[in-house]
T-cell receptor
Framework: KAGVTQTPRYLIKTRGQQVTLSCSPI?????VSWYQQTPGQGLQFLFE???????NKGNFPGRFSGRQFSNSRSEMNVSTLELGDSALYLC??????????????FGQGTRLTVV | AQSVTQLDSHVSVSEGTPVLLRCNYS??????LFWYVQHPNKGLQLLLK??????LVKGINGFEAEFKKSETSFHLTKPSAHMSDAAEYFC??????????????FGQGTILTVHP
């Protein structure tokens, strides 16, 4: 069974541009969550999607958005990039978003560098 | 509000000696607690989870953790460290339903160094 797949693995963008990251969850998983990892702030929750609906959201500005497709694949978009958006973006999938029994499974991440 | 505090940002041990990574949690009600590990340039891998069935939880690669409600702690241990254990470890909390859907709250991480 394939794991969580994130593409691309690495990205370099210029300030002010926008970027789209992609995540394919484990087959059968319908919940996808996104996290930002930086040396200063650690791992922070961005948002969670289930059945194409955003169900949960962290404390990030509106420049960060996402969506989920009917096949459960998810994309995350960051507009008007800032230097501080440089980070490792991790995607996690689970069956339903109820993580109490099994936790979540993570992809290898997309390393975004804003210059 | 839920949170976790990892008491050590760095832990250094010699190969073959015990490992102890400390974590305290703060929660209004019974949480689900996890330990994840991240090797350099890799994603996060689940080591073990506590979900109220048993207070001593065994995970992969010889790791285990004990949930102590009276101390609000969930420390990670391993009897004998291997070189391959060198990585960053995260203590993580989740609450069921509502604002807990799909949301894991991470500690700041503990970098484990293993010396030959």
């Amino acid at each position: 069974k394939a794991g969580v797949t994130q593409t691309p693995r690495y990205l370099i963008k210029t300030r002010g541009q926008q970027v789209t990251l992609s995540c394919s969850p484990i087959s059968g998983h319908r919940s996808v969550s996104w996290y930002q990892q930086t040396p200063g702030q650690g791992l922070q929750f961005l948002f969670e999607y289930f059945s194409e609906t955003q169900r949960n959201k962290g404390n990030f500005p509106g420049r960060f958005s996402g969506r989920q497709f009917s096949n459960s694949r998810s994309e995350m978009n960051v507009s008007t990039l800032e230097l501080g958006d440089s980070a490792l973006y991790l995607c996690a999938s689970s069956l339903t978003g109820d993580l109490t029994a099994r936790g979540a499974f993570f992809g290898q991440g997309t390393r975004l560098t804003v210059v | 509000a839920q949170s976790v505090t990892q008491l050590d940002s760095h832990v250094s041990v010699s190969e073959g000696t015990p490992v102890l990574l400390r974590c305290n949690y703060s929660s209004s009600y019974s949480p689900s607690l996890f330990w994840y590990v991240q090797h350099p340039n890799k994603g996060l891998q689940l080591l073990l989870k506590y979900t109220s069935a048993a207070t001593l939880v065994k995970g992969i690669n010889g790791f285990e953790a004990e949930f102590k409600k009276s101390e609000t702690s969930f420390h990670l241990t391993k009897p004998s460290a291997h070189m391959s254990d060198a990585a960053e470890y995260f203590c993580v909390v989740n609450h069921a339903g509502g604002t807990g859907y799909g949301k894991l709250t991470f500690g700041q991480g503990t970098i484990l160094t293993v010396h030959p």
